[in-house]
């Protein structure tokens, strides 16, 4: 039932009072400018800078359209991080401001992926453990007391503490294998069949989400609510999407598909003990021997002998799938289930590849720790988006990087909104507040060599020691891989752990706990470093002086033999259009401009943006990409930067006090009276503990690898299964005379003949 339209100049003027901030010019021309969107049921694309308080806009548009209409909106975010900020922060100090005006309380719910909430029937047992059979069991571990067998135990105690069953609310983090004795995905689970439906955290997050406001998810989950026709998302009329840039990248990475032999074997051995599988693992080994052979890269084509051991595969799992069908539905418990998921990924993967649809792109990729692993993805998904996101419903899009080149036609065409056919839409750049040039210097290291394929030169490691010895710490450091990230990561943990231990500096790097997790350990110490990659060019917010000095390794191209962005090149040169530029180069931009805008969040923000590539000052595309980059200071004086980061060390207030991961219900964060609850319901929910203040990642240097706690763990699990040390070394892709020293280290002796089993 619909009511009056709130005033939407009152609504963010009490927003902005209740959060203790200040109203901006951009911020309330976007709120507008999205009223006038959905009056008009017209796509927008804003792009607002950092400082604009684009969050806040578009949720107070949210609240009044669904304040005025009586549905839902729906609000997607790129990542589960910043999902948490929004349910965490932003909604239950907006609803607290609003509610005065609206007459009630805002309410707003949190949907994920099954994979992101504690699945009870499995922790009861109504599942088959995903590592049955070996060490790693839940059993065993339980039984060895090993790391893994640690978390389970925490696991089970929080399980009978926790409203949400979502993995955020877990601090400290656990690691993904033993989550995944406690999870399900969406195809293993047995829905409304299941015993324990009626405890089910996902059905209670999603019964929840029918009956508020706003509803968070992030793209993937509304990506599989569109695309699969899956109705997991309530009926509404209007859909925001933050951080917009990512979305084509989402979506796509959400409809690829991959195989690999393993994967094939897995599966068979998960059916194995209900239908006969020979004919599947037969055919595993089959394709394995043909894709080892075939070179890593674009298939243009699928060879014969491919296409042979693709069928053999599909058909022995089509004759599995037909066993695995239940007699009657009472018959499908836990392990058919899990069975059938798996056998059914197996099938529709390897059936879509030998399709060879028009506009997939199949490739092999040369994972070292995988094997070979076949993959397929659309080439494009401009159309799928028109369709399926654009179609029938308001979509308001919004990021600091939108407007590329001074237009939104190379982002609004990933998205299906140029051509024949497309629906009616407008760009907005509404700016931002911040003094960028007297906030912030860009640094370009001119003087280093240009980056090359055999890792990190020792001058680009003597230029990151440099910039953080100068900082204090203080530094986020953002990489083009994983795998220059670690390496960083341990250079620099080796070179500072000769310093005083008063004086030291700490790093730690992503992989090593829950990305959330390791951010707050950034941002309440000022001597402490964050190295990473991915999800952390985007979406991380730590303002004041935990963060002055962002570091870019090299400009962030898609690596050169990557399948799909040669082929979208390539199809685009086709057409006569520039596909270095129209691809490699707008990728690069968008994830510079993302990167960069880590260092200044604030007006009071001052900080150093370091690239050590010296490709943005000698290549031909260098001007491009410097347009794609906040209007600081520009400076390739080394000297002069140096001096301006011990400045502003010397003179940093303390860091700024952290926000703790929020205790969660079924319609998101219990905040006293913004919870949502009644208030006799949160007086005895448990609090949720604070993170531990994080040790020292390092536990010991040997031959200049520092090694943390859970590779001496890892390395104890392989001792104990046999583990000779020629595997010990591959498995953690290390020297062999570098593990030896370490096993010795920790008085730990290994087989000498090899592994039996």
């Known amino acids: 039932m619909s009511s009056k339209a709130p005033d939407l100049d009152a609504l963010l003027d009490a927003a902005v009072q209740g959060i203790g901030g200040v109203e901006r010019p951009g911020q309330v021309q976007m709120v507008h400018a999205v009223a006038e969107a959905i009056a008009k049921g017209e796509h927008l694309l804003v792009q607002a800078g950092t400082g604009t308080g684009k969050s806040l806009a578009y949720l107070v548009a949210a609240v009044a359209h669904a304040f005025e209409s009586g549905r839902p909106v729906i609000v997607s975010t790129a990542t589960l991080t910043l999902q948490a900020q929004i349910v965490d922060r932003d909604m239950p100090r907006l609803a607290r401001a609003i509610a005065p005006i609206l007459g009630r309380r805002p309410t707003y719910a949190l949907v994920k992926g099954r994979r992101n909430y504690l699945c009870r029937h499995k922790l009861t047992g109504g599942f088959p453990d995903d590592d049955?059979?070996?060490?790693?069991?839940?059993?065993?571990?339980?039984?060895?007391?090993?790391?893994?067998?640690?978390?389970?135990?925490?696991?089970?105690?929080?399980?009978?503490?926790?409203?949400?069953?979502d993995r955020d609310e877990l601090v400290p983090g656990v690691s993904e294998r033993a989550w995944r004795q406690v999870s399900v995905s969406a195809h293993e689970c047995l829905g409304q069949k299941c015993p324990m439906v009626a405890e089910c955290f996902v059905e209670h997050a999603r019964a929840a989400a029918r009956d508020v406001d706003v509803v968070v998810t992030n793209h993937s989950f509304m990506a599989i609510d569109s695309f699969e026709g899956r109705q997991m998302l309530p009926e509404h009329d209007l859909l925001i999407v933050d951080e917009g840039h990512e979305l084509v990248d989402r979506v796509t990475s959400t409809i690829t598909d991959e195989l690999t032999a393993p994967m094939i074997a897995a599966a068979a051995k998960r059916a194995g003990r209900l239908a006969a599988t020979?004919?599947?693992?037969?055919?595993?080994?089959?394709?394995?021997?043909?894709?080892?052979?075939?070179?890593?890269?674009?298939?243009?084509?699928?060879?014969?002998?491919?296409?042979?051991?693709?069928?053999?595969?599909?058909?022995?799992?089509?004759?599995?799938?037909?066993?695995?069908?239940?007699?009657?539905?009472?018959?499908?418990?836990?392990?058919?289930?899990?069975?059938?998921?798996?056998?059914?990924e197996i099938f529709e993967s390897t059936e879509r590849i030998l399709e060879q649809r028009e506009l997939d792109v199949a490739w092999v990729n040369k994972d070292p720790r995988r094997g070979s692993v076949l993959r397929v993805a659309p080439m494009s998904v401009a159309?799928?988006?028109?369709?399926?996101?654009?179609?029938?419903?308001?979509?308001?899009?919004?990021?600091?990087?939108?407007e590329l080149g001074g237009s939104f036609d190379a982002i609004a065409g990933t998205l299906g909104l140029r051509g024949d056919g497309a629906p009616e839409w407008r760009g907005l750049d509404v700016g931002s507040p911040f003094d960028y040039p007297r906030q912030a210097i860009a640094y370009v290291a001119k003087h280093l060599p240009a980056p090359g394929r055999d890792g990190m030169a020792p001058e680009t490691l003597d230029e990151i020691e440099e910039l953080v010895r100068a900082s204090g710490g203080r530094t986020l450091g953002l990489f083009s891989s994983m795998r220059a990230a670690v390496a960083a990561t341990e250079a620099m943990r080796e070179r500072f752990g000769r310093d005083d231990q008063d004086t030291a500096i700490e790093f730690i790097c992503q992989g090593e706990d829950q990305t959330s997790t390791l951010v707050r350990v950034f941002a309440r110490d000022a001597r402490t470093c964050l190295f990473g990659t991915l999800s952390l060019w985007q979406g991380v917010d730590v303002p004041g002086s935990a963060c002055q000095l962002v570091i870019i390794d090299r400009i962030p191209f898609p690596r050169p033999d990557d399948p799909l962005s040669s082929a979208r090149s390539q199809a685009i040169a086709r057409m006569g259009g520039n596909g270095f530029m129209a691809v490699a180069a707008t990728h690069a931009a968008l994830r510079l401009a993302q990167g960069a805008g880590r260092l200044v969040r604030r007006d009071d923000d001052r900080g150093v943006v370091a690239i050590l590539d010296s490709r943005m000052m000698t290549a031909r595309y260098a001007g491009f990409l410097?347009?794609?980059?906040?209007?600081?200071?520009?400076?390739?004086?080394?000297?002069?930067?140096?001096?301006?980061?011990?400045?502003?060390?010397?003179?940093?207030?303390?860091?700024?006090p952290v926000h703790e991961p929020a205790l969660r219900g079924t319609a998101g964060a219990i905040d006293d009276s913004a919870s949502g609850y009644p208030s006799g319901d949160v007086a005895d929910q448990p609090t949720a503990d604070a993170p531990p203040v994080a040790p020292s990642a390092r536990t010991a240097v040997t031959k200049g690898r520092a090694w943390t706690p859970a590779e001496d763990e890892e390395l104890r699990e392989g001792v104990d299964i046999g583990l000779t040390l020629d595997e010990l070394a591959s498995h953690l892709d290390l020297l062999d005379d570098v593990v030896a020293t370490r096993l010795a280290m920790l008085d730990l002796v290994i087989s000498a003949g090899p592994k039996m089993f």
């Open 132 to 165: 049955e059979g070996s060490l790693l069991s839940v059993g065993a571990v339980d039984a060895n007391l090993s790391r893994m067998g640690a978390e389970i135990v925490r696991l089970r105690d929080w399980a009978d503490e926790t409203r949400s069953g």
């Open 278 to 344: 020979d004919q599947v693992t037969d055919a595993s080994e089959f394709l394995a021997a043909i894709v080892d052979e075939l070179p890593e890269g674009r298939l243009n084509g699928i060879p014969d002998s491919l296409s042979l051991a693709l069928a053999r595969v599909r058909d022995s799992a089509r004759g599995v799938q037909t066993e695995l069908k239940p007699a009657s539905p009472e018959d499908n418990d836990g392990a058919r289930q899990v069975a059938r998921a798996a056998i059914d």
């Open 383 to 402: 159309m799928l988006m028109r369709d399926k996101v654009f179609g029938d419903r308001t979509v308001i899009m919004t990021s600091a990087t939108l």
């Open 626 to 656: 410097q347009k794609s980059l906040p209007p600081f200071w520009p400076t390739t004086d080394k000297a002069m930067t140096l001096a301006a980061l011990r400045r502003l060390d010397e003179t940093a207030a303390e860091p700024l």
